[in-house]
Structures are given as C-alpha cells and as structure tokens.
C-alpha cells in the first residue's frame, strides 16, 4: 500500500501549524503587556526637564478604616464612584477625620501614582506664607488678593531660603509625605509656587486634612489655627476665588454644593481636590476625561457628603482667626 503524499504532508504541516500559532499567542501576549506598561508608564510620567525637589518625611502610608466606622454609606460612595459624572475615572479616595475612607483607582493610577497637580500648588504656598508669617519671618500676607509669585518672593526674602527648601523643612517634612519635585521652566530658574508640583495621590490628602482640621495634621499644629478659615475669605470681586483655594461660586454644577463651607482645588483636566472643614470630610478625584464647559463640578462631592449619616455643626473658627489677624 502506497503512503497517502497528502497526509503526509498534513502530518509535516501540523506541528508548524501549532508552532505559528504558539507564536502568536506569545507576540499577543507580549503586545497586551508593552500597552499596559505603556500606560502604567504614562499615568505616572515623570518627565526628565530641569527641576527641583523638594525633600519629604517617612513617605508612610495614611490610615484607612472602613466607610461604616466614618458614618458613610459604602453603598453610596460605591455608587457615586459609577456616576455619570466620574466617567473615566482614575482614582476617586474619600478621607475623613484623618482616615482614608474609601478609594478606587483605574487605568493604571494607584495612591502612590505622582501627577502633576496644575493649581493645587496654590494652596502650598498659601498654607508655607501662614507658617513664614507666624513665625515672624515675613509680614502677615494681604487680607485682599492672592498672588502666588509675590508670597513665593516674599518667603524666600523674609527666611533667607529658597521656597521649595522652606516648604519641605516647615510643611512637607511634617506631613510626613513622600519626595516630590517642582518642574522648572528652564534650568536654573526660579521654582514657580502656582503650578508644576508633582506628587504622590495620597499625598494630597495630607495637604487636604491640614485643611480640614484648622491646620492640623495627626494632632499636631503645622499651620498657625485660624488660617483655613482665612483662606477662605474671598480675594476676588466676584467671590470665586480665596487665598490660594477655590470657592464655591467657582464651581460649575447643576446645584449649589451641599455644604456652605466647601472649598476645592481644582487641578488640570478633571482632577479636584474637595474639603467640607465642617464635616472633616474630603474627596480627591480625577478622570482621563477632558475638562470641559459640561462637567458638572458639584455632583460627586454631594453624592459624598449625602452617603454620610452624621452631620456635626459647623466650627467655629472666628476668635482664632482674630487671634492670628487682629481686627477680622
């Protein structure tokens, strides 16, 4: 009996046959991997311009405990975080009473992921001229208007130091917040305090229980007490705008925040840092959607402060602030 030339060659195709396909199972593999990594990578760019840095503390982790033992619905926060309006989210992390509460991150973005802040930094140096000020190294910044390249002047005049050096020994050290870096337009020029300060997610919401807690942080003063409640005040005619914070009236939103005593930093794109100081409540969020005339700047922060059961009364703050600026 003649052997079939047909299967034959079958028989010398199949083993290649699998051999190609093993292959390409492999270069698919290795091709959904270098897209991950592709965007891990750019999720937490660092960026290789001049810059400088500005030292931190023990970069440890901050304290969770679980929605329920904050007095928020778990259910909720849950919900919100699947609102139409956190489309495209990459990290959304409530924080109350110095614990982180509830946090969900996507796209390649976790707590310890670095991003370029845009106009958080203002309330850095807002917060580093209360210290310089307090501890008589410059005169009490202006009641009326906020200019972050003119506090930066100043700070480095009164101390004697450069701003980032300031910042890290009397505010970012004692936040105990990991190493970041102020990007610089050019090498050798001066740090800008309005923008380009690159940090860990988490580590803004050290800077955002200073801002809850009257300039607290872990129980121990950073800030002089009264400076929030000043920060607050309105610095621009229009009343948007505090010392170094957003108002509420800067916000764009179907309805009016559900606290009156909210603030926020708002970041570029989609990222907002929101703080209710009266309810020791605060939200980071931030989505790889595009800014836009549309995005309604009120919902998620009232989904949050809705899931929450207890509503203390408001602090008063008043008799410190006029301790720390007599006459106000």
């Known amino acids: 009996m003649r052997p079939d030339p047909v299967a034959g060659r079958r028989a010398l195709q199949a083993p290649s046959m699998r051999l190609r396909a093993a292959l390409i199972g492999v270069g698919g593999v290795a091709l959904c991997a270098g897209v991950a990594l592709l965007w891990l990578g750019s999720a937490g760019r660092q960026g290789s311009g001049p810059r400088v840095t500005v030292t931190g503390g023990d970069a440890g982790g901050l304290p969770r405990v679980s929605p329920q033992q904050e007095h928020l619905d778990p259910a909720a926060l849950e919900a919100a975080s699947h609102d139409a309006a956190a489309e495209g989210l990459q990290a959304m992390i409530v924080a109350r009473h110095d614990y982180i509460v509830y946090e969900r991150y996507g796209r390649g973005v976790s707590a310890d992921t670095v991003i370029d802040s845009g106009s958080f930094a203002q309330s850095l140096v807002a917060l580093t001229a209360a210290i310089a000020a307090h501890d008589g190294k410059l005169a009490m910044p202006s009641l009326t208007g906020f200019d972050a390249a003119r506090l930066r002047a100043a700070i480095e005049a009164g101390t004697g130091q450069s701003y980032p050096d300031y910042l890290s020994l009397h505010l970012w050290r004692r936040l105990n917040a990991a190493a970041a870096w102020i990007a610089l337009p050019?090498?050798?020029?001066?740090?800008?305090?309005?923008?380009?300060?690159?940090?860990?997610?988490?580590?803004?919401?050290?800077?955002?229980?200073?801002?809850?807690?009257?300039?607290?942080?872990?129980?121990?003063?950073?800030?002089?007490?009264?400076?929030?409640?000043?920060?607050?005040?309105?610095?621009?005619?229009?009343?948007?705008?505090?010392?170094?914070?957003?108002?509420?009236?800067?916000?764009?939103?179907?309805e009016p925040f559900a606290a009156d005593d909210l603030l926020f930093l708002r970041g570029p794109g989609r990222w907002r840092l929101w703080v209710i100081p009266s309810l020791r409540l605060a939200l980071l969020f931030g989505s790889k959607s595009a800014a836009s005339p549309g995005w309604d700047e009120t919902r998620l922060p009232n989904l949050v402060i809705r899931a929450l059961s207890e509503r203390p009364a408001q602090r008063g703050v008043g008799s410190q602030l006029q301790q720390l600026v007599p006459g106000h």
């Open 186 to 254: 050019a090498a050798g020029a001066t740090a800008p305090a309005d923008c380009c300060f690159h940090a860990r997610l988490q580590d803004w919401l050290r800077v955002a229980m200073v801002l809850l807690d009257d300039g607290n942080f872990e129980g121990k003063a950073v800030v002089p007490p009264g400076w929030v409640e000043r920060m607050r005040r309105p610095t621009s005619a229009d009343g948007s705008a505090g010392f170094g914070v957003e108002l509420a009236a800067a916000a764009h939103g179907a």
